[in-house]
């Protein structure tokens, strides 16, 4: 007969602690004792923290079947777990401390039991604040962990011993021939113990939404691989080392090694995003803002989805409105979530992480799908108090609907967002190339990675190609093939006798006027593309494009140009039926609508769908951003619902 459980008391928050039992053979079957203990009374325990699945990439695939499960006994009576969870048990009962008592989740929760995992759930901040340090698993080591451990360990000491003024994501140039003898040494004679540290990153754990608050919470942490062990202030040392040669390597002139290193670091770089991410949490980024920590725990994995809001809601500080509720599909507790959002913040923010259409069948289009990883890779559009990994915005950005404010209902069930507003136009050209990879495809403005890899062989040459790709005007010399075979007039552009083509030199769209901003076409192309924003070297963050920056013909660095798009991947250049330049979601046709919607710092693109509309996606529209239309709106009383599907 299998475990049974006994049920948790009602009257307090109860939790239960296993003990290990010691085993005289290593081969001898797990056993367990386990205990209902009140919380309030401040037991002594240590939590774990594991992936319920394969450890890794390098383990049998089958691990990840939760049918797939070996045999422990909990007081005397069969129990089963996954294959990683026993792992770690057999560590813990040779390698771990004696006498322990241990939470964890998958033997001290009842996991078929609906009501007793909402009520731990809602509970695990407080488990994890009250234990007494975490112990996280990171499965059994393979042939790379020993290389990766020592790694740490050398990196870790060396980023102690820095000096304050080496202890820098950016190295002044001052401090340039200090930082190459950092970096020979550090980077060694081998670059085996690099790649090591890289699948030591590519472990599963760090890209899971409950470790968070499994390492932001607890009072100590250590991690363990095998019977590996290392602190985790160790593994923020090496993030820092990570992060700085990834930032500053190339400073360093006639380095034997720089190829080599350039690409130890990129590929380095990818594998430790996930890892770097959650250091910037764990080290008190904001966290009570709960639409910009569901945009960081998009990227993670979740065995149930629904855990994507739930572990973001264990760290957000402000927020204990929403309860974890297992009883709800997928759907409705990502409903309940942004419903939430556009109540407590009285505005529409979280509409930016929606990506049209949702991977999840039947989920309303003005609802972001966190249980698709893949829609990272379009950031939203800055707004005042929007947070990088490194910076604020702490100015209003934008402000197309003026100084309004957001009015809204919801209807049948909280499926559709009702919205005040007015479709201004619609789209009449959406550019053909999409840049959904950021700078690796930005040749797709004008010839193919092949041709453009050929024909540039220094970063200082592709770096004059890129300007050149920008500066092309592919997209507008598109729209003016385009409209010129429609021989229809735009109202926002005043040419004159000026007659489009398609063919020719650039400077030709330097001649006509975009209304609206009283500059060339030319200009109007680039605001828009960049959205009337850059981020100048030096710069904390992205500012509006000024005049003084115009006039020196977009003098800036083509580094900065380039990682500024970046920033704009996954959208497309696009025009209305009256002329206006818009940056629109990649995924917006001819015929959608362009919607300014009260309370909203961004237009949207919106499409027609029934009785109402579909949510494609926020957009820039160049002139119209700082409460023009908005005014003609007020003043024409055009404002009506608009009814989001």
Not at 69 to 87: E, K
Not at 564 to 587: C, H, I, K, N, Q
Request: proline residues 4%; hydrophobic residues 40%; aromatic residues 12%.
């Amino acid at each position: 007969m299998a475990f049974q459980y006994t049920a948790l008391s009602d009257d307090f928050f109860e939790i239960r602690l296993l003990k290990i039992v010691p085993a005289e053979n290593q081969n001898d079957p797990i056993c367990v004792t386990v205990e209902h203990v009140p919380l309030e009374s401040e037991p002594k325990y240590l939590a774990l923290s594991y992936t319920w699945g394969r450890p890794s990439p390098h383990f049998p695939v089958e691990w990840d079947d939760p049918k797939a499960t070996a045999c422990i006994t909990v007081n005397g009576m069969p129990f089963q777990v996954r294959h990683n969870l026993h792992g770690a048990l057999h560590m813990l009962r040779s390698k771990g401390p004696r006498n322990a008592a241990w939470w964890i989740d998958a033997i001290c929760i009842n996991q078929d039991d609906i009501q007793e995992r909402n009520r731990q759930v809602s509970g695990m901040r407080g488990i994890y604040e009250k234990c007494k340090g975490t112990a996280v698993w990171l499965g059994p080591a393979d042939t790379t962990t020993h290389a990766a451990f020592h790694k740490i360990k050398l990196l870790a000491q060396s980023w102690e011993q820095r000096n304050d003024r080496l202890k820098v994501g950016h190295v002044a140039d001052t401090d340039i021939e200090e930082y190459t003898e950092l970096l020979r040494t550090e980077v060694g004679t081998s670059l085996q113990p690099w790649e090591a540290l890289r699948h030591f990153f590519q472990r599963f754990w760090w890209e899971r939404s409950w470790v968070v608050q499994e390492v932001f919470l607890p009072p100590t942490i250590v991690f363990q691989c095998g019977e590996y062990v290392v602190r985790w202030q160790d593994i923020l040392n090496v993030g820092s080392v990570i992060m700085q040669h990834a930032s500053s390597f190339r400073k360093v002139k006639d380095f034997e090694q720089a190829t080599t290193v350039g690409s130890m670091v990129a590929r380095l770089d990818k594998s430790f995003r996930a890892a770097g991410e959650l250091m910037f949490l764990s080290i008190g980024r904001k966290q009570n803002d709960l639409a910009m920590l569901l945009h960081w725990f998009r990227r993670t994995r979740a065995t149930d989805p629904r855990d994507k809001i739930y572990a973001a809601l264990g760290i957000c500080r402000n927020d204990e409105t929403i309860r974890p509720d297992y009883s709800l599909c997928t759907n409705d507790v990502y409903m309940q979530a942004a419903k939430h959002s556009i109540e407590t913040t009285r505005s529409f923010r979280i509409l930016a992480h929606c990506r049209f259409p949702p991977t999840l069948d039947g989920l309303p289009s003005w609802v972001p799908d966190w249980s698709d990883r893949e829609a990272v890779i379009r950031t939203g559009i800055p707004k005042k108090g929007h947070s990088t990994l490194t910076s604020e915005f702490e100015v209003n950005i934008y402000s197309a609907s003026g100084q309004s404010r957001a009015e809204f209902r919801f209807e049948d069930y909280d499926r559709q967002l009702i919205v005040n507003g007015t479709i201004l136009h619609e789209l009449a050209f959406v550019s053909t190339g999409r840049d959904y990879e950021g700078p690796r495809n930005l040749s797709r403005l004008c010839g193919d990675d092949a041709e453009i890899h050929e024909r540039y062989e220094s970063d200082t040459e592709k770096d004059d190609a890129f300007h050149d790709m920008v500066r092309g005007c592919k997209w507008l010399r598109e729209w003016a093939a385009f409209q010129s075979s429609l021989k229809h007039e735009f109202p926002v552009v005043g040419h004159g006798d000026w007659t489009y083509q398609a063919e020719g030199p650039s400077d030709q769209f330097d001649k006509p006027t975009y209304v609206l901003t009283r500059e060339s076409l030319s200009v109007a192309y680039l605001r828009t593309l960049f959205m009337d924003i850059l981020k100048t070297p030096g710069a904390d963050h992205e500012h509006r494009i000024s005049a003084e920056m115009l006039e020196g013909s977009w003098e800036v660095e083509s580094r900065t140009l380039r990682a500024d798009w970046y920033m704009r991947r996954g959208r497309a250049f696009a025009v209305s039926e009256s002329g206006l330049f818009l940056l629109v979601p990649g995924e917006a046709q001819v015929g959608d609508s362009i919607a300014f919607v009260q309370g909203s710092e961004v237009p949207f693109i919106l499409r027609p769908w029934g009785a109402g509309y579909l949510f494609i996606g926020e957009c820039y529209v160049h002139g119209l951003m700082d409460g023009l239309a908005w005014e003609l709106i007020e003043k024409h009383r055009w404002i009506t619902e608009l009814r989001i599907l």
